[in-house]
């Protein structure tokens, strides 16, 4: 099930024809104030473009079936501001699902969908951003690559050597900078905290400060992460008070609060009346943006995420969700699903009305706010994933494959079919072990979807096969499938060097399951 995990959240496929970009050859060079005029997949084209022009890249990599990719279609790619400062730079929109399009994810290391990279001329990236990002940053940051053409990378090595000589607008760039999307490119993962605790430390202002800690403490927190020493404590707990003192503070850094919210208030730690006296600040304050109409639909429902994080963590294990927070649970999302209209806002809203409804423990209204989107939706195998999930957990085994099966066979795109594909190959795995002949079948019908599309084993479709290589070995040792493994793997060196034009892509397809 989709569990609110922000930027890097997992969706699934939104009506193609709302999503393309500007196709209009008259269109494609010239912005107006109601729609970008993206370059459409020709990444290398773009480049050449940006060469002669002297102008950066704005490369933007999403989905038409991920839900913060159509938050961004519904708002900031229709602010007028936004839309006007990418004239100064040659915007390309890059679908997963396009020709070639997972070699170039890989080629720039993207992580997930939506990610905006802004490069130079040579294809060296100058900064990148997530979808968590307000349109005063992102138009900030597209006015400070203009003005300064130091990439992130530069200020970052500027930061541990003389910070002083660091511009307020190089510091802006930092604080926007994509944290939980940068795949190593700045910093290592394993290095981001104590990176980010630096950045607090050196930064001009309290705001900066504060802002460089909370993403630290993001970063850090989660449910294997140490209990900070009582003495930093207290400085978490002085922060988070900072933060809430100022209503536009706590606003600019909402997204935080929306989705790690109860994991950073664990962090802070404290006695039991002052940590409730913190959460209740947290949930006042959330509850304050969901009055704010200048938010997203989006935006707005997911302010209650945090409040039901926050009663698992306080309440015994196991324990259902108040009556009235349920309530509070079920009101917001009727008013989301009322008020989300456009095909952009229903992909943005729906996966996460229904997620918050199971989370609140009303897993029927979920079930059934997700089938009647089926009727509504272009792309109903969007929530045949779910459907297969809530079928699995009451212990209807059939019925979940059935509907990871119907995802699979309605998808559309290159990427998106083998991703769905592996779903039912995994659900098939995990509901039907004992059954070798459908595990077997099935594992070959993704393969030859593979082999349909040329240039593909990159990026998300890549890790996809290698994270069903594992569930195939778990399952072959515990079902004595070597010889069906052994089968899959020599129809898979069938097709790769068939369809694999890259040399890295061929070694890698060829190497699954290679050695049984």
């Known amino acids: ?141 597209l006015r400070t690559v203009q003005q300064n053409k130091a990439t992130a990378a530069q200020i970052l090595s500027q930061v541990e050597t003389d910070p002083q000589r660091l511009s307020a607008d190089d510091w802006a760039l930092l604080a926007a900078y994509g944290w939980e999307i940068d795949a190593n490119k700045l910093v290592a993962s394993n290095k981001r905290v104590e990176v980010l605790n630096r950045l607090a430390s050196a930064a001009p202002t309290d705001v900066l400060k504060r ?43 909402r997204f935080t609060f929306m989705y790690s919210g109860a994991d950073v208030l664990k962090l802070a730690g404290g006695a039991a009346e002052e940590r409730h006296a913190l959460e209740l600040g947290v949930i006042d304050a959330l509850d304050r943006l969901y009055a704010d109409e200048r938010l997203s639909i989006d935006n707005r429902l997911l302010t209650i995420n945090t409040e039901l994080d926050i009663h698992d963590l306080e309440a015994a294990k196991g324990a259902p969700v108040p009556p009235a927070l349920l309530q509070k649970v079920r009101q917001r999302v009727a008013w989301a699903d009322g008020a989300a209209r456009t095909p952009y806002e229903r992909q943005a809203v729906i996966s996460d009305a229904a997620s918050l409804l199971e989370k609140a423990g009303d897993v029927a209204g979920a079930e059934s706010m997700l089938t009647a989107e089926l009727k509504r939706s272009a792309t109903p195998f969007y929530y045949m994933p779910d459907l297969a999930h809530f079928a699995e957990e009451r212990g209807d085994k059939a019925k979940a494959l059935d509907w990871l099966k119907q995802g699979y066979e309605t998808s559309t795109g290159t990427a998106s079919r083998v991703q769905w594909g592996i779903l039912y190959v995994q659900g098939v795995i995990r509901l039907s072990p004992k059954d070798a002949d459908a595990v077997e079948l099935s594992a070959n019908q993704i393969i030859d979807e593979l082999g349909q599309h040329p240039e593909s084993y990159h990026q998300r479709t890549r890790k996809r096969f290698e994270g069903l290589e594992s569930d195939l070995r778990k399952w072959s040792a515990a079902n004595k499938g070597a010889a069906v493994l052994q089968r899959l793997q020599t129809r898979m060196h069938e097709v790769c060097p068939k369809t694999q034009t890259s040399t890295e892509a061929r070694e890698a397809c060829a190497a699954w399951l290679a050695r049984i």
Not at 224 to 251: G, N, V, W, Y
Request: charged residues 25%; hydrophobic residues 45%.
């Open 1 to 141: 099930m989709h569990k609110l995990a922000g930027l890097a959240t997992i969706a699934l496929l939104a009506l193609s024809a709302c999503d393309a970009p500007v196709r209009d050859a008259a269109a494609k060079h010239e912005a107006t104030a109601a729609e970008i005029a993206w370059r459409d997949g020709d990444v290398a084209e773009a480049f050449a473009e940006a060469s002669e022009a002297g102008r950066p890249v704005l490369l933007y990599w999403g989905a038409v079936w991920c839900p913060p990719c159509n938050e961004l279609k519904a708002g900031l790619f229709h602010n007028a501001s936004f839309v006007a400062r990418t004239r100064d730079f040659v915007p390309v929109y890059l679908d997963g699902d396009s020709k070639g399009a997972q070699r170039w994810g890989e080629h720039f290391a993207i992580q997930g969908y939506p990610t905006m990279i802004v490069l130079r001329p040579d294809q060296t990236e100058i900064t990148r951003l997530s979808g968590s990002i307000d349109p005063d940053e992102i138009n900030q940051v």
């Open 211 to 253: 802002r460089f800690g909370l993403v630290a403490l993001e970063a850090q927190a989660g449910d294997d992460a140490p209990a900070p020493t009582a003495d930093r404590q207290i400085q978490i707990r002085a922060l988070l008070h900072a933060i809430l003192a100022s209503p536009d503070e706590f606003k600019r850094n």
